[in-house]
């Protein structure tokens, strides 16, 4: 079974609205987590990353996202999403100390 | 900031040559990792390697090779190229976990590899 995964392919918003782009986990012990983004064409770019601490993390670009440990959840958020942020996200989750597990990515689409 | 670099952003090749792929990271990272990158399927890890001249096997190595001769670079290999190996490649370094919360691994843009 997959360590993490994203159960939306795609999500579409309109600029100015909220962005959430959802993820769950399924390792054992504390979970860290990555979020990274990836543009047209390009290489992944990290957004931000849960190890410990604050539920909450913020990152990058004006991201959020919130560990929920009784949900397994880490949810990617924005308050306000741009045209920019059209790309593909990929939640990952460590499983070892060489290895990181990758959800199958959400393409989000922000329409003017 | 770091810099990840891969040899070519596109390439195309024939089924049963032998195609490099190289990589090299300028910030001194200990770990490299090459992964391959499909719709639906994420990204999977081929090999990565924890030092020079050490590699591990990921989740499928197999069809592939790796060669880590000096820090700085990491060489993916593809012995007999397959029509299945079309992929994208993605290559990342990170530095030793030695200290908590350096578990992040920098990515290079990649290399979108079609075997014809």
């Known amino acids: 079974a997959q360590s993490v995964a994203q159960p939306e392919d795609q999500v579409n918003v309109a600029e100015g609205n909220p962005l959430t782009v959802k993820c769950t986990y399924s390792v054992s012990g504390n979970p860290y987590l990555f979020w990274y983004v990836q543009y047209p064409n390009r290489g992944l770019q990290f957004l931000l990353k849960y190890i410990t601490g604050d539920n909450l993390v913020k990152g990058s670009y004006g991201f959020e996202a919130e560990f929920n440990k009784s949900q397994t959840s880490f949810h990617l958020k924005k308050p306000s999403a741009l045209v920019s942020d059209s790309a593909l996200y990929f939640c990952?989750?460590?499983?070892?100390?060489?290895?990181?597990?990758f959800g199958a990515g959400t393409t989000v689409t922000v329409r003017a | 900031d770091v810099k990840v670099t891969q040899s070519s952003r596109y390439l195309v090749k024939r089924t049963g040559e032998k195609v490099f792929l190289e990589c090299v990271q300028d910030m001194d990272h200990e770990n490299m990792f090459w992964y391959r990158q499909d719709p639906g399927l994420g990204l999977r890890l081929i090999y990565f390697s924890y030092d020079v001249k050490m590699k591990e096997k990921g989740d499928i190595p197999e069809g592939y090779s790796v060669s880590r001769e000096k820090k700085e670079r990491f060489s993916l290999i593809l012995e007999s190229a397959s029509t299945n190996q079309t992929s994208m490649y993605l290559c990342?370094?990170?530095?030793?976990?030695?200290?908590?919360?350096?578990?992040?691994?920098?990515f290079g843009p990649g290399t979108r590899l079609t075997v014809l």
């Open positions: 990342a370094s990170r530095i030793n976990l030695r200290v908590l919360g350096t578990d992040t691994q920098y």
């Open positions: 990952a989750v460590r499983e070892s100390d060489y290895k990181l597990s």
